[in-house]
């Protein structure tokens, strides 16, 4: 008799699990769009999104738990569309672009601080660089397509094109060989991405003497994930944001993300 009453007891308790089981809402799925080629610190390799800046988004959603945040590698162009359009909630790797942008309301906490420099073909070492545009008068200067951000979101102003001429390229890629190649001048970019263009085309180079080399540090810029919050998905992404600032600060505090980030 009881081992029968123990045997119905199990029953009843399996079958409760069941049912909470069947019950349970699924969670609330996040899109968060990555470029798929920023190296090093968003790209996509393999079809699988890649990246510094993949990793630390990838590692402090892992601790979210009431939500599935899933990363897409796209285009920056396609990557910058799907958020405005409500395709997808945020944008990793956004600067703070409030007027360029508007429809980027929210900024979660910095994940990363980039240094912006401009490196400049090998010809020109030995010529002093210390203002920008002032020292880089006349010259050809390549900016990324979309990253205006790095000239206060308005390179093609009066003050910058009355004494220098720019030149947009796709990609990092472009813009480093057209600058070891001496087609342009001098081209703005993000240290960590010279440092991984250089590494890579040094080891293919007959002469490494011909790479581009760091002519001027320009400025430090905080990255961020950007939230558009005026989607149809308003709450949810507020809720997101709340927990993942939470959430990244913590792990940030105890040493958790140290090991992805280069010294």
């Not at 081992?3 to 899109?31: D, F, G, V, Y």
């Not at 590692?59 to 162009?77: D, G, L, M, P, Y």
């Not at 906490?109 to 920008?132: D, L, N, S």
């Not at 993942?244 to 140290?258: I, P, S, V, Y």
Request: hydrophobic letters at 40%; one cysteine or more.
């Amino acid at each position: 008799m009881l081992i029968q009453s123990t045997q119905r007891l199990a029953a009843i308790l399996m079958a409760i699990l069941l049912i909470n089981a069947c019950t349970k809402p699924p969670k609330q799925e996040i899109i968060l769009t990555v470029d798929d080629a920023f190296y090093p610190y968003m790209y996509l390799e393999e079809d699988t999104p890649k990246g510094l800046y993949t990793e630390i988004v990838t590692r402090v959603a892992s601790q979210i738990v009431t939500f599935e945040t899933k990363v897409v590698a796209k285009r920056w162009n396609e990557a910058l569309s799907d958020v405005e359009t409500g395709t997808a909630h945020g944008l990793v790797g956004t600067y703070k672009l409030t007027e360029k942008r508007p429809w980027l309301t929210h900024y979660s906490e910095p994940i990363f601080e980039e240094e912006i420099v401009f490196i400049c073909a090998a010809k020109h070492r030995g010529t002093k660089f210390e203002v920008f545009p002032r020292d880089f008068a006349n010259m050809l200067i390549v900016n990324i397509a979309d990253y205006d951000g790095w000239l206060n979101y308005n390179p093609r102003n009066k003050d910058f094109t009355d004494v220098v001429n720019f030149f947009e390229a796709p990609n990092i890629e472009t813009a480093f060989k057209m600058t070891a190649q001496g087609n342009v001048d001098c081209a703005i970019f993000e240290r960590m991405s010279y440092n991984y263009m250089l590494n890579k085309h040094t080891n293919t180079a007959k002469d490494s003497s011909s790479m581009p080399y760091v002519a001027m540090s320009f400025k430090k810029d905080n990255a961020f994930v950007g939230f558009n919050s005026e989607s149809k998905d308003a709450q949810v992404i507020s809720a997101y944001k709340k927990q993942f600032d939470a959430t990244l600060q913590k792990m940030r505090k105890n040493g958790e993300l140290d090991d992805l980030i280069p010294e």
